[in-house]
């Protein structure tokens, strides 16, 4: 069988953030505790004309020119901050990015762990047809209530693969393990636009789920622990990581030190700890950091990957770093981007929180705000109006 995974690999977050010190400053909190405590600095806000269309048909276009997008047979788009609840918003993308009309579209759902569902889904379906591309993006706002402990985790961004036969980034193992459990945990209903989160205890079954995905793992793969030179989590805030990461450490009696356990995360930390939680797209930004930011060539290691989407779906699965993988990164366009943010301050956040949404159809026309390539230009008659920057 030929060897399936990621080819190329790309992300998008907003232009502006709002320092943690900031909103510890603001609510009377200790900024370590955000600092140390959870292991943020800053959340990324999307602007005002930006949602996950936006951010990640961003994300996509630096990954094809127009002849190698009529090899894209599928685009799978997943989120869990979806605009529609019949239209995939990978269809506005399809169009955004000039993709054949050959190409099929679909949005998928589970909390945080759809990204990872999208890419099995994709490599199942290149070993089918080994000449084809499918292009997985995932795409999020994460969002709370104010003044809640959620709100210092929220932040925004997209990311976009390839996935293709013969990959030149990552080769996926076909061996994967599952945990599925059926726990409230964090949920948003229909009718709010915050999630809903009993956040101590959605640790809890963060890390349950953990050990249970691995012990599914073990049974299907060859892969042990001591095979993986690297791990990357789903990154609610980079804290959860590290925890996870001693956690899965324990169950395999590891005889590595304590710091030579957080050397294995450390990578995938980085880009996670600036732009917040991304939900679906944060595990493959934790990725992305990891690859852009090793001081070593990873290139031959296998690297260990935990997904856990909230109510609960959780997937352990392994991968090969491709040998050359550096040619193929876009390393110093994702720094540039970080660098040249623009920090708001509280007052700002505020604005850029309560987002225009209009219900009964009214016309809202708005205002160009983000540095991305595209935007939303309005919103009239229950229609959302994209466009090119
Ligand atoms: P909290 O109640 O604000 O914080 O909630 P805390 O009091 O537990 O403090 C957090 C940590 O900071 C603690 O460390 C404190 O000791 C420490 P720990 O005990 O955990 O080791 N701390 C300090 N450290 C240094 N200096 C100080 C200081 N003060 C306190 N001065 C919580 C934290 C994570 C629960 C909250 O932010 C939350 O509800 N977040 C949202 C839910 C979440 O992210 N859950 C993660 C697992 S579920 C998941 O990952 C799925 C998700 O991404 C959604 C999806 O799947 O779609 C969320």
Not at 263 to 282: D, H, P, T, V
Request: glycine share 6%.
């Amino acid at each position: 069988m030929l060897p399936v995974g990621i080819d190329k690999i790309s992300f998008y977050t907003s232009n502006y953030y709002l320092d943690l010190r900031t909103l510890a400053c603001t609510q009377g909190t200790d900024p370590e505790k955000y600092y140390v405590g959870i292991g943020q600095e800053k959340m990324g806000m999307p602007a005002h004309d930006e949602d996950v269309v936006t951010m990640a048909a961003s994300a996509a276009s630096p990954l094809f020119d127009d002849e190698q997008s009529k090899t894209i047979s599928t685009l799978l788009f997943a989120t869990e901050s979806g605009i529609d609840q019949s239209k995939s918003a990978g269809i506005y993308v399809h169009r955004l990015l000039g993709l054949n009309a050959n190409c099929r579209v679909v949005e998928l759902k589970q909390a945080c762990y759809s990204a990872t569902a999208a890419v099995q889904m994709a490599c199942a379906l290149v070993a089918r047809q080994p000449e084809t591309t499918v292009l997985v993006i995932a795409s999020d706002v994460a969002k709370y209530e104010l003044d809640t402990p959620g709100e210092a985790t929220q932040g925004c961004g997209a990311v976009a693969m390839l996935i293709k036969a013969n990959p030149r980034i990552l080769e996926i193992d076909p061996q994967v393990g599952n945990h599925t459990e059926d726990v409230m945990d964090f949920w948003r209903p229909n009718y709010l636009k915050t999630a809903i989160v009993d956040g101590k205890y959605s640790t809890k079954i963060y890390l349950k789920s953990l050990k249970k995905a691995w012990e599914n793992f073990t049974l299907a793969s060859d892969v042990s622990f001591t095979d993986l030179s690297h791990f990357c989590y789903h990154l609610p805030f980079s804290r959860m990581a590290q925890k996870a990461h001693k956690h899965l450490s324990r169950v395999n009696k590891s005889s590595l030190e304590p710091e030579q356990i957080e050397a294995q995360i450390e990578g995938s930390l980085l880009y996670n700890k600036l732009i917040g939680n991304s939900y679906a797209a944060a595990l493959f930004i934790g990725f992305t950091s990891l690859i852009e930011n090793s001081n070593s060539d990873l290139g031959g290691k296998k690297i260990g990957f935990f997904s856990y989407g909230s109510g609960c779906v959780a997937e352990f699965f392994s991968g090969t770093v491709v040998p050359g993988y550096q040619q193929q990164l876009f390393k110093e366009q994702h720094q540039n981007m970080l660098e040249c943010r623009e920090e708001v301050d509280y007052e700002q956040y505020i604005t850029l929180y309560n987002a225009p949404d209009p219900q009964n159809g009214e016309s809202v026309i708005i205002d160009v705000d983000t540095t991305g390539k595209f935007r939303l230009a309005a919103i009239a008659n229950h229609k959302r109006e994209y466009v090119e920057r």
